[in-house]
């Protein structure tokens, strides 16, 4: 083995052109037979690749074959006339020269070397997060390294569809192509790819693809969202908003807050085809009353549409009635007969208020009547209105309260008639009434026996029933009685017993005259026949049926 070190380029150079242009001499000059020959002829290697070079003539007594090279070259084996060399760490492109004489003519021959590389980096240029449609993107791709150029080529493809071929150019190549943004496009994955065809020389297509990166596009319009809020909304309560946006894509995609003043809600959001709504619930406090702006904020694509809306909260607390004195129960204000009672109607700051009619002096203010409780008072209801002015809407609040007074028990002479008449055996009913609070209850008695009557039932009337009764009400505020006279008659008194003796003699009377009448009348009536027969003539009455003239049989 005789290792030959690489010399340097411009000597190495200066030599190959000095043996191929001054010491060989045209084949006509020489007369030159025989070929030399340099296998294999222009090789591909990879880089940093070794390859076996052999140097083979048919002179038949050749003279020394030597390989005239850069590379790092080592003798691997020789005969008569060839001889094999073992080339390693192939960096580049080059050129390899075989040279013998044979009968003193020089003979040569050469083979370019020609070393490939895979491409050390193939990039695809970091898309935008998101395009909007309609608007063109430019896709870049980057490679570096690879060789030999002129085999190497970049590829811009969306999936597996190839939108763009180059030849690569440059260190690094660098390769662009555009595309227009489309709803299509979501989503859609985009590459570059790097292929090295060596296929004309043996060896295959050599492919290597940079990492994929997924376009978003988006469409969002210059429309404002809509937006429903409610006009004013008290403290303590709540009320519904509601943002919705149509035509965005993806509606999926977007993003939704809505806000109260600079309190972030928790928003529900719901897409729906194109179109995306938000929903929210706001509770007013006190620390946020007065006008506050309600935003509804949609993010798309890294652009955002935005819409305010005012929201006036208010505090409207009651109206409360109060009363006061001698209260007896606090859930149904009750007060003795002639116990002072003070009335009160009251609501918050900025309310006005009236109490049964009578408006307080200003608002904020209280509004009070005073009164002797009687029982005209029982169950009287004292009614407070309250309005309130909220941007601009009159609002209105009413409240009342009843009071009850505690009086003592009173029988009603126009309706608890003093002197009964009636007749024995009949059926009649006691109406006598009898109010208070607490509602009395009403008896009646007869004052010399002690028997009760009912009172507002029907009963049967007896002779016994005759006679004084005292109907008495009581209740825990007092008694009240009233007089009441019973008077029961027989229904068989003497005047009826002489008037019906009277009455069935006159009736006797008549019976017998009219029978004595139609006796008579029927008497003259009759009609006689003569018997010529005879000498005695009996007389026969006849009936009257009998036609007159008529002979007996």
């Given amino acids: ?261 600079n309190q972030t809600l928790n928003t529900s959001v719901l897409s729906q085809g194109d179109t995306v709504t938000a929903t929210a619930t706001a509770t007013a406090s006190a620390e946020q009353e007065g006008a506050r702006e309600v935003v509804c904020n949609v993010t798309l694509g890294g652009e955002s549409r935005e819409i305010r809306k005012n929201l006036t909260i208010y505090s409207f607390w009651g109206p409360t009635v109060n009363l006061s004195g001698t209260i007896v129960n606090l859930t149904e204000p009750t007060v003795p007969e002639g116990t002072t009672v003070n009335v009160t109607c009251a609501a918050g700051a900025r309310v006005q208020v009236t109490l049964d009619g009578v408006p307080a002096v200003a608002p904020g203010q209280l509004a009070q009547l005073q009164i002797n409780a009687t029982e005209r008072d029982d169950r009287r209801s004292f009614f407070c209105n309250a309005t309130l002015e909220v941007d601009g809407i009159i609002l209105r609040r009413n409240r009342s309260v009843q009071l009850h007074v505690l009086y003592g028990p009173k029988i009603d002479p126009a309706k608890c008639p003093q002197h009964l008449t009636w007749k024995d055996r009949t059926i009649h009913v006691l109406q006598c009434q009898a109010w208070g609070n607490p509602e009395p209850q009403l008896q009646c008695f007869q004052e010399s026996s002690g028997v009760h009557v009912p009172v507002g039932i029907p009963f049967r009337v007896g002779l016994n029933y005759s006679g004084t009764y005292c109907c008495r009400a009581v209740s825990s505020q007092g008694t009240h009685t009233l007089t009441v006279v019973m008077n029961v008659r027989d229904r068989n008194s003497p005047f009826v017993t002489i008037f019906m003796g009277v009455s069935a003699t006159l009736g006797f009377v008549t019976v017998i005259a009219a029978l004595l009448h139609v006796f008579r009348v029927r008497k003259r009536n009759d009609i006689y026949h003569v018997n010529p027969g005879s000498t005695w003539l009996p007389l026969t009455s006849k009936p009257p049926n009998e036609v007159l003239g008529e002979e007996p049989s």
């Avoid at 608007?135 to 190497?152: D, F, S």
């Avoid at 597996?160 to 150019?169: I, K």
Wanted: some cysteine; overall charge negative; hydrophobic content about 35%.
């Fill in 1 to 261: 083995m005789v290792p030959l070190g690489p010399l340097h380029g411009a000597c190495r150079t200066l030599l190959i052109s000095l043996l191929l242009g001054c010491c060989l001499l045209p084949p006509d000059v020489q007369g030159q037979e025989y070929q030399l020959r340099v296998e294999p002829q222009d090789p591909v290697v990879p880089a940093r690749g070794s390859l076996l070079v052999n140097c083979s003539t048919d002179c038949p007594d050749p003279e020394i074959i030597t390989l005239e090279t850069s590379l790092l070259k080592e003798l691997v084996s020789s005969g008569l006339s060839w001889v094999a060399f073992q080339l390693s760490n192939v960096t580049g492109d080059s050129k390899v020269l075989c040279a013998s004489f044979c009968n003193g003519s020089q003979m040569t021959s050469s083979s370019d070397i020609t070393v490939y590389r895979f491409p050390e980096r193939v990039e695809l240029a970091p898309l935008s997060p998101w395009q909007p449609v309609g608007e063109n993107l430019t896709l870049r791709c980057w490679v570096a390294g690879g060789e030999p150029r002129t085999h190497l080529s970049v590829l811009l493809l969306r999936g597996e569809e190839e939108l763009s071929r180059q030849q690569a150019v440059g260190e690094p190549a660098e390769v662009t192509t555009t595309v227009l943004a489309s709803r299509d496009n979501h989503g859609a994955n985009f590459s570059c790819r790097s292929e090295l065809d060596l296929r004309p020389q043996g060896l295959g297509l050599f492919q290597n693809s940079s990492a994929p990166r997924q376009l978003r596009t988006f469409v969002l319009p210059v429309t404002s969202p809509r937006l429903t809020v409610p006009r004013f909304l008290e403290v303590g309560t709540s009320g519904p908003l509601a943002c919705s946006l149509d035509e965005l894509f993806p509606a999926s995609e977007a993003q939704v807050q809505l806000a109260l003043g």
